[in-house]
């Protein structure tokens, strides 16, 4: 008996003119789930609940004091790097028109010479010594420009906040879910159906739909037929497509869908 109740509950299902009535709540087939990659105080939240956001709109901030220090160490490596490349770029510059000097006019014996051709030598050493200093240093800076991209955290995708769990001053951890993001636009009907009436969908198939709050009426498509992932209820899962026009149609609004019989 409770078996049956408690079916009757998540199904409701009615018989209208021969047409089988199943009841649905309305999703979202885009959600966004924004957290955070790092650890840090909340330094600045940009939205509130039901806001509407679009992509690359600042939604929060973290504190940036240490990322701050680490970022002017970085350029300053970056800075010193390519000074020492610079140094030995002109050491380099000075030596060869010594050497071109020395070869027009004989002027040096042949242990200068030698002398001179070791000097260029370790200079050119010192000089590919420091590029690869450079290029460290470089990709350094780059890694602490994609840090303090994930300081200020972005919408991902155009939609509307649902969830807010943090507020200035809270301490964020790596992985919180800190933001949930809806898209209102795209959205389908979640119906649970029985093994009884699964052979009467498909697919493809379009069935009348109503969002009986709004008094709205239209035909949606069946999108999807999923088994559900406990084998023990015996439900299957089924999603309706449809076409929401300019109404104010939200996830977990109330649904119903007709089957034909």
Do not use: C
């Not at 509307?160 to 009907?189: C, F, H, S, Y």
């Not at 009436?197 to 999108?223: D, N």
């Amino acid at each position: 008996m409770k078996k049956f109740l408690f079916v009757t509950f998540l199904l409701i299902t009615a018989v209208w003119g021969g047409d089988i009535v199943l009841t649905g709540t309305v999703i979202s087939d885009g959600q966004k789930m924004v957290g955070s990659r790092y650890m840090g105080y909340v330094k600045k939240v940009y939205v509130k609940l039901g806001d509407k956001v679009k992509r690359e709109d600042d939604l929060y901030e973290i504190e940036s004091a240490e990322f701050d220090i680490l970022k002017t160490q970085s350029n300053l490596m970056l800075e010193q790097a390519q000074l020492a490349l610079e140094y030995w770029r002109d050491r380099l510059h000075v030596l060869n028109k010594k050497r071109e000097r020395a070869k027009k006019n004989f002027g040096m014996n042949g242990f200068d010479w030698d002398d001179m051709e070791t000097q260029i030598e370790n200079v050119k050493a010192m000089m590919e010594s420091t590029k690869i200093m450079v290029k460290h240093a470089a990709e350094q800076v780059k890694q602490m420009a994609v840090v303090f991209n994930y300081l200020k955290m972005k919408a991902p995708s155009d939609g509307v906040v649902v969830q807010k769990n943090i507020k200035v001053g809270d301490m964020i951890m790596p992985g919180m879910l800190a933001i949930v993001i809806v898209d209102t636009e795209n959205l389908e009907i979640d119906v649970s159906i029985s093994e009884s009436i699964i052979g009467k969908v498909r697919e493809g198939m379009r069935i009348p739909v109503e969002i009986p709050s709004l008094q709205y009426k239209t035909i949606g498509t069946i999108h999807a037929i999923i088994p559900d992932a406990n084998p023990m209820t015996h439900k299957i899962k089924m999603r309706v497509t449809f076409d929401k026009k300019r109404l104010n149609i939200f996830p977990g609004m109330y649904a119903k869908v007709r089957i034909p019989n």
